[in-house]
């Protein structure tokens, strides 16, 4: 969480775990290698994992996005000192603005992924999201 200077008020907050990026499309080898750090033939990476991110909408103005991103990405450098790693992932919805919003914020569109869940009455429901990686 990022709280504002002296109040107890949460500005954004931000979620962070470790995860496996498997790739399911096509990706050169050269992506491949540097995910991977050695070998150009694995097609699963451990990564951290930024899996919220989000701003107080009370205190929207108060806090950029890319502000409370860098602090997410701050934790994982800790993290990064301690435990190692190479990538940083990100998944969002096919939507063009917080696509560009990432990019801004070097990250680089890898690939997509589906996810298909079915509604309580047995209707698939379909989601694309977009991969975006970061090296550190």
Same mark, same amino acid.
């Given at each position: 969480?990022?709280?504002?200077?002296? =109040?107890?008020?949460?500005?954004?907050?931000?979620?962070?775990?470790?995860?496996?990026?498997?790739?399911?499309?096509?990706?050169?080898?050269? =992506?491949?290698?540097?995910?991977?750090?050695?070998?150009?033939?694995? =097609?699963?990476?451990?990564?951290?994992?930024?899996?919220?991110?989000?701003?107080?909408? &009370?205190?929207?103005?108060?806090?950029?996005?890319?502000?409370?991103?860098?602090?997410?990405?701050?934790?994982?450098?800790?993290?990064?000192?301690?435990?190692?790693?190479?990538?940083?992932?990100?998944?969002?919805?096919?939507?063009?603005?917080?696509?560009?919003?990432?990019?801004?914020?070097?990250?680089?569109?890898?690939?997509?992924?589906?996810?298909?869940?079915?509604?309580?009455?047995?209707?698939?429901?379909?989601?694309?999201?977009?991969?975006? &990686?970061?090296?550190?």
């Amino acid at each position: 969480m990022v709280m504002k200077k002296g =109040t107890t008020n949460i500005l954004g907050y931000f979620t962070l775990t470790s995860s496996i990026l498997k790739i399911v499309e096509e990706v050169s080898k050269k =992506t491949l290698k540097r995910l991977d750090g050695i070998s150009k033939d694995k =097609t699963e990476f451990p990564i951290y994992l930024i899996g919220q991110l989000g701003k107080n909408d &009370i205190f929207w103005n108060e806090i950029s996005g890319s502000y409370l991103l860098e602090s997410a990405i701050s934790n994982i450098y800790d993290a990064h000192e301690v435990v190692g790693g190479r990538v940083v992932l990100i998944e969002t919805l096919n939507n063009e603005k917080l696509i560009k919003f990432y990019e801004k914020n070097r990250f680089k569109q890898l690939q997509k992924r589906l996810d298909v869940k079915k509604d309580n009455i047995g209707n698939e429901i379909k989601k694309e999201y977009i991969q975006l &990686i970061r090296f550190l």
